[in-house]
């Protein structure tokens, strides 16, 4: 009787008995066990600690326990000039600097007042290449994701795969991970020449590949039993959890901030936003595969409409002059100088720049008060809110094996989760 | 270089889109209802619309947007230091209207000594987290929250990181400028 009504048990049960009962371990009636999962475990993919109180193999209550990859990088940011600042943004989310390289960025040209004279070639190549990052955050997810349920051969084909398309961002600027290359202005730097080869390369190569994947997991029996139906939550739930991205899609509200507050031109791209009904484990699988063949849509349009030009807009008290001009004039010296030194000066305002992540709403906050320096920089981390929302959901309906299945399904990254 | 501008991307259109209103249409909040909330004075780069609220009516607001207004999506919560300025501290509170896309922002103004304001863990769980995050680094009280603990920081820590009187260095190391060398040594401890 008693495990009957656990199951039953959801969010709007009275938190008191519920948290005695759970406190209550000395009662051998009871028979609840706490064990301790993480902060160094395969499966929490990177420092999450969790933990868990079991009846058997049923969970009975999840805490998840964060703060052990905690860098301060809000405050950091508040220490340095917004060109210095960008560098920190690679190090939120280590699998998709460029995406938030790109948030931070449309911040600070917002707080410029230069959102509209970004030249036509950064705003295409940055389309271009944070959709690469999607398909390439994608891989590793589902690869770690498949690899923690059993499925080994997931994980070495995509890393395979993103290692392609890392080559693509070495070869654009230098690194494969820390990026820094979308910028306030435009590009750090030009596109090299044959990057269009090479992005054409990868995507004829890609799209032979991809369907592989499928074929790996989508219907696999093993696969479908692991998922179906585990973690799942309600699309009202995931609202008042602040969930977003793939797993707010997967419970059926198509909000994709691509589609409703579109930035850097989404708008003219052609592309749809795959949704799933039931929110459970498999629905965000399938969503985040459907966004792959997005991703890749939207690449091939960029890839087409890529003009020749500038990479950067003119200002030269905002880009640094090219190095050409600083061996010859003598203003490009001083603007070099008074950049690398001083930086540029926002009006005093504040600003709430929402770009779609892999994992969700990515929001960078800036308060600029007239100076060099962000006054604040909050990051408003998709996983934070996402992996808050693990626990409840699966307090009480599932087992232990399950944990691993919806820690994969969040996608969730810790240094953006504890930044 | 030549400038050609190839395929139909339109910078100046998607520029100036990406907000769906410049400023607050006056259906957001009900003037009549609420009339200690007013508009934010400071520029909003981004045209989100902008009110201040007094803490002693931000449930109330909370839960009027959310009920009537459409304000499912809990987005975010953090708070600014304004020092030496009083009241202090800022709350803000970012929500957004499912399915119609409406952004907005709420600021709450607190007071620098024995800062505390509503929990929001009533109306929307998600507030759970970030309330503790503004506890860990600003150390702002949220009166009503079920397990106000620090999330980020360990559970020993002093002081609050965030605040704008906390060293960039530490705790216990204040600011210095950055070519000078500690007297005490790298690592803190006094030289013998």
């Known amino acids: ?47 999450l600690r969790l933990i868990v109180t079991l009846r058997g193999e049923e969970v009975v209550k999840c805490e998840s326990d964060i703060g052990y990859l905690h860098t301060g990088i809000e405050k950091q940011a508040e220490g340095k000039t917004y060109n210095q600042a960008l560098t920190l943004t690679d190090r939120t989310d280590y699998l998709n600097p460029l995406i938030n390289n790109l948030g931070f960025t449309l911040a600070t040209e917002r707080l410029l007042g230069i959102t509209d004279k970004i030249p036509p070639k950064a705003t295409v190549a940055r389309v271009l290449l944070t959709e690469l990052q999607r398909i390439s955050s994608h891989l590793v997810w589902l ?141 965000r699988f399938i969503v985040r595969m459907n966004e792959v063949n997005q991703s890749i849509r939207l690449v091939e349009q960029a890839l087409n409409r890529l003009p020749e030009g500038e990479w950067q807009v003119a200002d030269l008290k905002i880009v640094p002059p090219k190095k050409y001009q600083i061996a010859t004039t003598m203003e490009s010296l001083i603007h070099h100088f008074k950049l690398y030194t001083e930086g540029y000066k926002p009006v005093a305002g504040e600003v709430y720049q929402r770009v779609e992540s892999a994992r969700g709403e990515l929001a960078y906050y800036m308060v600029s008060n007239g100076t060099n320096k962000p006054y604040r920089m909050h990051i408003r981390a998709p996983s934070f809110a996402n992996l808050q929302s693990m626990g409840p959901s699966l307090d009480g309906r599932a087992n232990f094996a399950d944990i691993v299945a919806a820690i994969g399904s969040i996608d969730i990254i810790l240094g953006e989760v504890d930044r | 270089m030549t400038q050609t501008l190839g395929g139909t991307v ?105 800062p505390k304001v509503p929990s929001l863990t009533s109306l929307f769980e998600g507030a759970n987290w970030y309330e503790r995050e503004v506890f860990d680094l600003f150390g702002i009280t949220f009166e009503g929250h079920p397990d106000l603990r620090r999330i980020e920081m360990p559970e020993d820590w002093e002081g609050h990181p965030l605040r704008k009187d906390y060293p960039m260095t530490g705790p216990r190391r204040p600011n210095l400028p950055a070519n000078q060398f500690r007297a005490e040594g790298r690592n803190g401890a006094p030289q013998a």
Not at chain 2, 52 to 81: K, M, Q, W
């Open chain 1, 1 to 47: 009787m008693e495990d009957l009504q656990i199951k039953e048990r959801w969010l709007d049960d009275d938190e008191d008995t519920y948290l005695k009962e759970i406190n209550d371990v000395a009662d051998p009636k009871k028979e609840l066990m706490t064990i301790n999962m993480g902060p160094q475990h395969p499966s929490t993919h990177g420092v």
């Open chain 2, 10 to 114: 339109e910078p100046e259109k998607s520029a100036d889109h990406p907000e769906p209103t410049p400023e607050a249409p006056p259906s957001l909040i009900d003037a009549a209802r609420f009339p200690g909330v007013r508009p934010s004075p400071m520029r909003a780069a981004d045209g989100t619309p902008t009110f201040i609220v007094p803490a002693a009516n931000l449930l109330e607001v909370v839960s009027y947007l959310r009920d009537e207004g459409g304000f499912r999506l809990f987005e975010d919560i953090t708070a600014v230091d304004w020092l030496p300025k009083e009241p202090r501290f800022e709350m803000v509170y970012h929500l957004m209207a499912i399915p119609a896309f409406q952004p907005i922002r709420l600021k709450v103004q607190v007071p620098g000594n024995k």
């Open chain 1, 143 to 283: 690869g770690t994701h498949a690899m923690d349920l059993g499925a080994q051969s997931t994980f070495l084909y995509g890393m395979r795969d993103r290692e392609k398309i890392l080559d693509i961002f070495e070869m654009v600027s230098g690194v494969r991970m820390m990026t820094s290359y979308i910028m306030p202005g435009g590009l750090y730097a030009d596109l090299p020449p044959g990057f269009d080869v090479k992005v054409a390369e990868f995507i004829q190569y890609f799209k032979g590949r991809w369907p592989e994947y499928h074929s790996l997991l989508t219907n696999s029996e093993l696969w479908i039993e692991r998922t179906k139906g585990v973690a799942a939550i309600t699309a009202d739930q995931a609202l008042s959890w602040g969930v977003t991205g793939p797993m707010l899609r997967a419970c059926g509200i198509a909000y994709d901030i691509r589609k409703v507050f579109p930035y850097i031109g989404y708008e003219t791209y052609d592309f749809e936003v795959p949704t799933a009904q039931s929110g459970d484990v498999y629905d």
